[in-house]
């Protein structure tokens, strides 16, 4: 089993669509939660931290489930500029961060 | 430019040869990790290093990767007697102690094994 899963995609929306992604995780140890946002030919880069309260930065809401192990990501009123691919990311205390496959979404005029 | 660097961006080489990449950190962050990254899927965890101690290596790293930071300031990256599976982009992060999150990654460097 993979340790950390992402849903298969690619989303394909128009611009103002709302659009969720999930992940799941296999550790339960697992104790810090992240998305990061990927640009075609580009390195990774932080999104935002998921917190277990689930936490809001804008237009991006990431919600945290640690009796299901699931993480998500709620992007509202989408742009053409949030087209990436969205890499799901755990951490367990003192060890790497595990990254998911990722997602893409394309968001079209 | 305080970010990430990393050399070479591009390396191509025949298969059975031998490639070193080099990575050097932002000068205050104590860990330094090397991630690989093929087309379509996400980063996967190579080693990582606290200041110069490796603390941790993927059990799918083969033997032939071997990974250094014999200061604590830049690191390199191995890749012995080279397979074709072995092309990838190879990303290094880093990132302060305690655990902030946010690691900040390199452009990667990109190899090509014919």
């Known amino acids: ?22 992940c799941t995780y296999s550790n339960s140890a697992s104790q810090s ?8 030919r580009k390195e990774p880069k932080l999104l935002m931290s998921v917190y277990s309260s689930g936490n809001e930065d804008g237009r991006f809401t990431a919600q945290l489930n640690r009796a299901s192990q699931y993480i998500s ?17 755990v951490n367990e205390a003192g060890t790497a961060l595990i990254f998911g496959k990722g997602t893409t979404l394309s968001v079209s005029s | 430019d ?20 080099r990575c050097d950190p932002i000068s205050e962050h104590n860990r330094l990790y090397w991630y690989r990254q093929t087309l379509g899927q ?13 603390l941790e290596k993927s059990r799918l790293l083969s033997d032939r990767f071997s990974a ?29 102690q305690p ?14 094994v014919l």
């Open chain 1, 1 to 22: 089993r993979k340790e950390v899963e992402q849903d298969p995609g690619p989303f394909n929306v128009p611009e103002g669509a709302t659009v969720a992604f999930n």
């Open chain 1, 33 to 40: 939660f992240f998305w990061y946002r990927q640009d075609c």
């Open chain 1, 73 to 89: 990501l709620l992007i509202r009123d989408s742009k053409l500029s949030d087209s990436a691919t969205y890499l799901c990311v």
């Open chain 2, 2 to 21: 305080t970010g990430v660097s990393q050399d070479p961006r591009h390396k191509i080489t025949k298969r059975g040869q031998n490639v070193t990449f």
């Open chain 2, 42 to 54: 996400g980063p996967e965890f190579l080693t990582y290093f606290q200041n110069e101690a490796q």
């Open chain 2, 68 to 96: 250094e930071r014999p200061k604590g300031s830049f690191s390199t990256l191995e890749i012995q007697r080279t397979e074709q599976g072995d092309s990838a982009m190879y990303l290094c992060a880093s990132r302060r």
């Open chain 2, 99 to 112: 655990n902030t999150g946010e690691l900040f990654f390199g452009e990667g460097s990109r190899l090509t």
